[in-house]
């Protein structure tokens, strides 16, 4: 069965895309921690990180680089973030967030971003990528 991931790339379910290449996509994430944070997910279903491939891997974090400085002139911040949880979806994503201070960062208890915050946040990405 695919991942809830897959079936977002495949476009079956809904998704606000940031990124998308032969190798891997950028989507924000339904519930955020602040706004602009996204989530950088390999096409193939993989379920723990520590069995990427070296180069996907490779891939994954040069994409990252490259979303993380949009991140910061789209969401102007002190820093963005990355983390690899992997509890929730059984396919790697690997957080982006940016961040101002350590209280930031938290993954219980957050809210439903709105669809028109997504797809402005999204929209502010792409622009920052451009």
Known sequence: MATLFTRIIQGELPGHFVWEDERCVAIMTLNPMKP?????IPRQEIDHWDD??????????????????????AFPC??????????????VHLHLVPLDRMQDIRVEGLAQAEAEELADAAARIRAALA
């Open 36 to 40: 602009g944070h996204l989530l950088v």
């Open 52 to 73: 990427l491939p070296a180069e996907l891997s490779a891939h994954l974090m040069a994409v990252s680089q490259k979303l993380a400085k949009a991140l910061k002139r």
């Open 78 to 91: 002190e820093r963005v973030g990355m983390l690899i949880v992997g509890l929730e979806v059984p396919h």
